[in-house]
């Protein structure tokens, strides 16, 4: 259930509704709207809403019939911004996290993420530790990994995300990277959500290959039990009966999930249809529906890149979706990089 309390309550009536509410076994989760305090109260113990509303400060008590609580806009009414340094996700800009599927040497990311940021790409994306469905493909560098992506984010600018596979792999790659990223496969570890939950960095999660809506926001939900309250949901395509594109990029997710959630949503084109001429179209038809954000996987040289080729835009395709990406935003009231770009005439 979600407690509201009244427009001039005081910290004091605020920590008494907490302890009891703490008294009666239930986890409270506190978050302070624009003119509100409102109380989270989620947890397997019984406490009659009555005895609450006659508590002081209280103005009303509601029950969020969804079984995500923290996830849902009954209890968040406004959009959840989440801050990484000078950077705000879920704001008014859109904002395009870009780079290559995987670190495959210090030349390769580096380039890419030159090129990115000339582009206006705010976040260096780049895999180091990489899930493939084979076990003789490329499984990334490992750290050496993200010693080349963090080098390359700290040169040119940018915060870097990075996916995490497994509880081992937290600590090391909290030293490196601004954003955990939970990959489709790991949508439902439960154990890793668990302990991201615990971490006091955003995490952009990928919902599943076979995931319902919910099941999506359920697995958020893992993250903001657990204290993290910045995450991050990101469309990447579902299996379908479809196989003129690896996925089915679900565009009509980003519009429900804004109604059902405050969280911000990005979608990655790259994925969500596997094929590089694809990607373009489907990133602008996602800004257009009211994505966040956007995750795009750019390489110098897809054509001889170690995993995802077929699916990474030239620097030069990069450059062109970002101006258009300029026309549309302002279109629907949003805004995206205007740094003017400072290079053009890439060879594709």
Known sequence: MVVVMKERVTTEQVEQVIAKLVEFGMDVHRSTGASRVVLGVVGSGKVDPRLIEMMDGVHEVLRITEPYKLASRTFKPEDTVISVGDLRIGGDEVIVMAG???????????????????????????????PRSSPYSFQGL????????????????????????????IEVIDRYADIFQVGARNMQNFTLLR????????????????????????????????????????????????????????????????????????????????????????????????ADGLLIEVHCDPDHAMSDGAQSLFPGQFDRLMAELRIIAPAIGRSICLEPVARRGWAR
């Open 142 to 169: 490992g750290e050496e990994g993200l010693r080349l992506l963090r080098a390359a984010a700290n040169t040119h600018d940018l915060k870097l995300v990075t996916e995490v596979m497994d509880i081992s792999q």
């Open 100 to 130: 290559p599927c995987s670190a495959e040497n210090e030349a390769q990311v580096n380039s890419t993420a030159a090129a990115v940021k000339r582009a206006g790409a705010k976040v260096l994306r780049g895999g180091a530790f990489k």
């Open 195 to 290: 302990e991201l939950g615990r971490a006091r960095k955003p995490v952009l999660l990928k919902r599943g290959i076979s995931a319902t809506i919910e099941e999506w926001l359920l697995s958020a939900e893992y993250v903001l039990a657990g204290g993290n309250t910045e995450v991050i949901l990101c469309e990447r395509g579902i299996r379908t009966f479809e196989t003129a594109t690896r996925n089915t990029l679900d565009i009509s997710a980003i519009p429900i999930v804004k109604q059902l959630s405050h969280l911000p949503v990005f979608v990655d084109p790259s994925h969500g249809t596997g094929r590089r001429d694809k990607v373009a179209p489907m990133a602008r038809a996602a800004v257009a529906a009211g």
